[in-house]
Nanobody, 126 residues
Framework: QVQLEESGGGLVQAGDSLRLSCVVS????????MGWFRQAPGKGREFVAA????????YYADSVKGRFTVSRDNAKNTVYLQMNSLKSEDTAGYYC???????????????????WGQGTQVTVSS
């Protein structure tokens, strides 16, 4: 049983930074590609960023490219999302997800990651 637990959300002002963390337990973390998704009120869940098992490959939604950075520490079983220059439109619940196959993360909603966290709320006031 793979478990994912996010932390690091909060209320910040536009232009501020936050770092989200997601700790994975139950399986070998380095076997999983990881991703971050978000869902704003009244909207569907959208892809934010993804990182390969080794961390060599990273992918971003256009809306966050240049502002957000995804990284992972396989020794700590943790994936991070560094969010800089936050905007009010970044307000959402943020969810980490994991799957052995990176494409199941990159090709949402057609494909879906196998494992999800419960989410952490990020609220950006303008």
């Amino acid at each position: 049983q793979v478990q994912l637990e996010e932390s690091g959300g909060g209320l910040v002002q536009a232009g501020d930074s936050l770092r989200l963390s997601c700790v994975v337990s139950g399986r070998t973390f380095s076997d999983y590609a990881m991703g971050w998704f978000r869902q704003a009120p009244g909207k569907g869940r959208e892809f934010v960023a993804a990182i390969s098992r080794t961390g060599d490959s990273r992918y971003y939604a256009d809306s966050v490219k240049g502002r957000f950075t995804v990284s992972r520490d396989n020794a700590k079983n943790t994936v991070y999302l560094q969010m800089n220059s936050l905007k009010s439109e970044d307000t959402a619940g943020y969810y980490c997800a994991g799957d052995r196959n990176l494409y199941n993360i990159l090709r949402t909603p057609t494909l879906q990651p196998s494992h999800w966290g419960q989410g952490t709320q990020v609220t950006v006031s303008s």
